[in-house]
């Protein structure tokens, strides 16, 4: 038996039956006896060719039925892969969506926070600065009482630092007798220089003739003539002829004002550095001056009278009573700026000519 490779259509075999009605080993009956006398008698199929035709029409209908679903079930394959991929790809498609949405919002917060970034570094670092400011003034307020004991000492032996703008004032009294005191200077130019000093020292040389004043700095002597003078507040104005004298700074109305309780420093032109303090405490002050407890001989009236920081309060002076009366060992003293009323002209540095206060 040979395989068939093309499907066949066979028809499946029949058996015959046997003829309803006729007994088991009857002969023919008339019928039959009339087919067999008109037509040949058909052979029998054998079992075996039987089973050989079922084989070939069985082989036939399965070779036909795996061709009629080969290509279905292949496209059922494609289509389930391609939805497999499709589903995969929207959830790739969905969860980068997801997540670049994410990450928009975030740069979008990011940029919303950050983009007044330098205003508020600014006014972070305005505020620190103002706290830092704050701090330091509460310290600076806190150690005020002690700032002038602690810096005594230093300043007292820093005294050559104020020794070039600080002159001895050597002259005679009404009696003849040596007047001293102190002046410094508080105008310069390249030629000329104009020197405070108390008018006590040099209250002699107000009436002409009177005796010359001579400014003394170690071995050199300077003549200097008298400008203007207030006896009232004991200020005298000098001029020498000699420029470039370093002028000392003055301290501002409202540090004075904040002075009290203050470590003072009294400045002399004496001394072997060409300068020397001694030391006390402002202890009242008011629109005539302010009183101290520095000790004063002397050769310090008329020398400037200097905080801690080396700033000019005040004139030193033995005879200034605008009490109208000695004080003993309390000295009052006149605000630096007093001289800018009385004896100096200080709008513009413009000097005055010489004339008599009061």
Not at 77 to 105: E, M, P, Q, R
Not at 193 to 217: D, E
Not at 301 to 312: F, S
Request: charged fraction near 20%; include cysteine; aromatic fraction near 6%.
């Amino acid at each position: 038996m040979t395989d068939v490779d093309q499907p066949t259509t066979v028809s499946t075999p029949t058996i015959d039956a046997p003829v309803v009605g006729a007994s088991k080993g009857s002969g023919p009956t008339a019928g039959s006896g009339q087919a067999g006398s008109g037509q040949a008698a058909r052979p029998k199929e054998s079992g075996r060719q039987r089973r050989s035709d079922w084989r070939r029409a069985e082989k036939a209908r399965r070779y036909a039925a795996r061709n009629s679903v080969r290509f279905p079930i292949f496209t059922r394959s494609v289509l389930l892969w391609v939805l497999i991929f499709a589903l995969v790809g929207l959830s790739f498609g969905a969860s980068g969506a997801f997540w670049w949405a994410h990450f928009n919002t975030q740069i979008g917060q990011l940029r919303a926070d950050t983009q007044d970034f330098e205003i508020r570094s600014q006014s972070a670092s305005a505020d620190l600065e103002k706290q830092k400011a704050d701090a330091e003034a509460e310290i600076e307020n806190a150690l005020k009482p002690l700032k002038g004991f602690l810096s005594e000492t230093q300043t007292i032996q820093l005294s050559q630092l104020f020794s070039p703008s600080v002159y001895s004032v050597v002259t005679l009294d009404d009696q003849g007798q040596p007047s001293v005191g102190t002046a410094f200077s508080v105008v310069t130019s390249d030629t000329e220089s104009l020197m405070l000093a108390s008018y006590t020292t040099v209250r002699a040389a107000t009436v002409n003739p009177g005796p010359a004043i001579t400014l003394r700095k170690n071995n050199e002597d300077l003549p200097a003539s008298l400008v203007s003078w207030d006896p009232e507040h004991d200020l005298a104005l000098l001029r020498v002829t000699r420029g470039d004298i370093t002028v000392l700074d003055w301290a501002p109305e409202d540090v004075l004002a904040q002075s009290l309780a203050s470590r003072i420093f009294p400045v002399s032109g004496t001394g072997g550095n060409g300068a020397t303090l001694t030391g006390g405490t402002l202890i009242d002050q008011s629109s005539a001056g302010f009183q101290h407890t520095a000790p004063l001989g002397a050769d310090f009236q008329g020398g400037p009278i200097v905080n801690a920081d080396g700033k000019v309060l005040g004139v030193a002076s033995l005879t200034y009573s605008p009490l109208g009366y000695a004080n003993g060992e309390i000295h009052f003293s006149p605000a630096v700026a007093m001289a800018c009323a009385r004896v100096l002209n200080c709008g513009g540095g413009t000097r005055l000519q010489g004339k008599p206060g009061g």
